[in-house]
């Protein structure tokens, strides 16, 4: 069943390491996208992708990294996690092209970061 | 001021109610509206899809553009406990494809 994972669905960490919140879709879509969502509040977009070796940072500035070395896969990273860092991250993506394609997005299930 | 705008709720209702969900935006360039619904502890899945102005059905769910007054609606008739969730109103243009703008969301229930 095509479809967007996210690993993992919680992830509670101390101060100081490095973190790799995983993203992977069977979908064959080409335009990948992080997300950072705070409660009651809009979603900021911080990285995204049109395909295997791009990447982009969004509007919102953010210290993690990104990759994308394979179509399906686009893994974020914190070299240094930091409380300011708690958030829920989502990942998503959608077909590149065509009038309309790039809007419907398709979310993960999210991944709930609480650094301490 | 966020050019993005959504009633922020939250909203309660009896089941079988008509809700009503709205968002105003600034920015005039915007051709593409979508509405997501997020359930607690998931990602937001896509409702609703709309290109310009006017009017789409899909069930129970109706979306409305009024590209004139810079503002968007989603209906939902009888409502059912299983519409509970958070609505974001979703918009872009062509210029950055891709790079939607979301609103804050209205989170919704409806009591049996």
């Known amino acids: 069943e095509a479809d967007i994972y996210q690993t993992p669905r919680y992830l509670v960490i101390g101060t100081g390491k490095k973190i790799t919140l995983e993203c992977s879709q069977t979908?064959?879509?080409?335009?990948m996208y992080w997300y950072q969502q705070d409660p009651g509040m809009e979603l900021h977009l911080i990285h995204y992708s049109y395909g295997v070796n791009s990447t982009e940072k969004g509007d919102l500035s953010s210290e993690s990294t990104v990759s994308r070395i394979r179509t399906e896969h686009f893994p974020l990273t914190l070299e240094s996690a930091r409380p300011s860092h708690t958030s829920q991250y989502l990942c998503?993506?959608?077909?590149?092209?065509?009038?309309?394609?790039?809007?419907?997005?398709?979310f993960g299930s999210g991944t709930q970061l609480s650094v301490l | 001021q966020k050019e993005v705008e959504q009633d922020p709720g939250p909203l309660s209702v009896p089941e079988g109610a008509i809700v009503s969900l709205n968002c105003t935006y600034s920015n005039s360039a915007f051709q593409y509206f979508m509405w997501y619904r997020q359930y607690s502890r998931k990602g937001p899945e896509l409702l609703m899809y709309t290109y310009s102005s006017g009017n789409k059905e899909d069930g129970r769910f109706t979306a409305q553009v009024d590209k004139s007054s810079k503002y968007i609606s989603l209906f939902i008739r009888d409502s059912q406990p299983s519409d509970s969730a958070t609505y974001l109103c979703a918009m872009a243009d062509n210029t950055n494809a891709g790079k939607s703008t979301f609103g804050d969301g209205t989170t919704l229930t409806v009591k049996p």
């Open positions: 979908m064959g879509h080409d335009k």
């Open positions: 998503a993506s959608s077909e590149l092209g065509g009038r309309g394609a790039n809007e419907k997005l398709f």
